[in-house]
Structures are given as C-alpha cells and as structure tokens.
C-alpha cells in the first residue's frame, strides 16, 4: 500500500444547515475538526446524525460552509474520504469471494475471468494492511459480521483517506470482534494521521478513546471532550442518568 502522506489539517464546518419540507434537521452547526484526532459523534435515533454524515459525505445539500484546509492555512480541495457503513446489503448465496470482491472494486475487469495480477496483488496489500489476508479466499456470505465489517474497513482504505467515516460500525458485533476493529482503527489514527469520524452509541469507546464528542440533540450540535461532555447536564438530559454508574459513563 501506498504510505499516506497526509496534507490535510483542519476540517470546519459554518452555521451548516439542511432542511427537507420546511423542517430543519440540523441547524447552524459549527464544528472544528483536527486530522489526527477520533470525534465521536452521539445522539439518540433520529437526532441528525446521519444527516450530518451524509452532508460531509457531500450527498445531500446544505447550508452554511464546510472547508478543508491543509497545515499551510490554504484550502484543500482533493479530499479522499472513506466510509464504512453500519452493514453491507448483499445476497448472502453469492458465490463472491472477498477477494473478488476488492478486485472488483480495483478494476473494472470481470471477476469470473479470474484476476489480474496487478488487481490481486493491490487487493492482497489491502488485506494484509487491514490484518484479514486469511480471509481472502474465504465467500463473503460466509463472513461473521466482524470479518465483514473489517473488510469494508480495508475497502474505504484505498485510497487511503484523509477522513474516515465510520456509521455505527459496531452496531451488530459482539465485544470480541468490537474491540478487534476499533484496535485497528485506533492503530490507523496513528499510522496514517487522518481524521477519523464515529458515530456511536458505545459511550465507553467516547471516554476512553475520542479526543473530541459531538452531542447531535434536536439537529443542533455542541463538541467537546469526552469527560465535558459525557459529564454534562444536557447528556443527562439526552440520554438519562441510567447512562451514568458512580459518575462515569458506560
């Protein structure tokens, strides 16, 4: 894999709104995001977080500003953002092997004409750099949902990013292959230097791990760190105290 040199600097976002039908969803959100750093991003079902995804993503109008800027103070343009959605929807009976299945995203080559070796070798690297080359041969439909989840994490790393997104990417992983993935995201922070973006429920990943929180309450956000917010009055509003054993939150 290509070693990532990282230019980007500082991901911020102005008075950045989006409306569907006259109703706000989110609304004047003003955040500013390091690379380097693990936001998380909080909030209960239908607060706007996946709004607020989308509209970093760029898949859904706004408001408002987001700009990218490089460690010069000069606009960054070229941005490479990776995803990795809460779950795959694919036919589970598909005789797709993971490795065909990169090749298929490196090339446009048709898979049932075996692979070139370019393609191979640049899915293999993928593999190895995500800790899942044993799982190259294996069908994707014969995957554990923390097999599955890292694979996609290998695959929204090329090109590697200089944002990643990740939506709820945990959601359905037992603790075993929950810290298994997020040990691998926490090793890229520090490999790759990129800004990495969470969207969780998991309020022990936010204390132990996230340098910065974003609270996402009635389409309006606040950021902080973990323990300003984790331990704040509008947490316990949001979420109840039923979150919080001996003032820490879990």
Do not use: W
Not at 20 to 41: E, P, Q, S
Not at 51 to 72: E, P, V
Not at 187 to 197: K, P, T, V
Request: hydrophobic share 40%; glycine share 10%; with cysteine.
């Amino acid at each position: 894999m290509q070693i990532h040199k990282c230019g980007l600097d500082i991901i911020r976002l102005e008075n950045v709104g989006v409306s569907r039908f006259g109703h706000d969803i989110i609304k004047d959100v003003n955040l500013t995001l390091k690379c380097g750093g693990i936001t998380a991003v909080i909030g209960v079902n239908g607060a706007g977080k996946t709004t607020l995804i989308r509209t970093l993503l760029g898949d859904i109008k706004y408001k408002g500003k987001i700009s990218f800027t490089d460690h010069n103070g000069r606009p960054s343009r070229d941005i490479k953002i990776g995803y990795v959605p809460q779950q795959l929807s694919f036919d589970k009976s598909t005789p797709t092997s993971v490795l065909d299945l990169l090749c298929a995203v490196k090339s446009k080559y048709p898979a049932f004409l075996g692979h070139r070796r370019r393609d191979k070798t640049a899915a293999m690297d993928l593999l190895n750099a995500s800790g899942c080359a044993e799982l190259a041969g294996r069908r994707i439909g014969e995957l554990s949902g923390g097999e599955l989840q890292r694979i996609m994490l290998a695959m929204a790393l090329d090109p590697v990013p200089d944002l990643l997104i990740l939506d709820e990417p945990v959601s359905s992983l037992d603790i075993n292959a929950v810290q298994e993935f997020y040990t691998r995201v926490f090793d890229l922070r520090q490999s790759y230097h990129m800004a990495i973006i969470i969207v969780t429920h998991d309020f022990k990943l936010v204390s132990d791990y996230a340098d910065n929180v974003v609270m996402i309450d009635g389409g309006r956000a606040v950021i902080g760190s973990p323990e300003d917010i984790l331990m704040s009055a509008d947490f316990k509003r949001v979420f109840g105290a039923a979150y919080f054993t001996g003032g820490a939150a879990h």
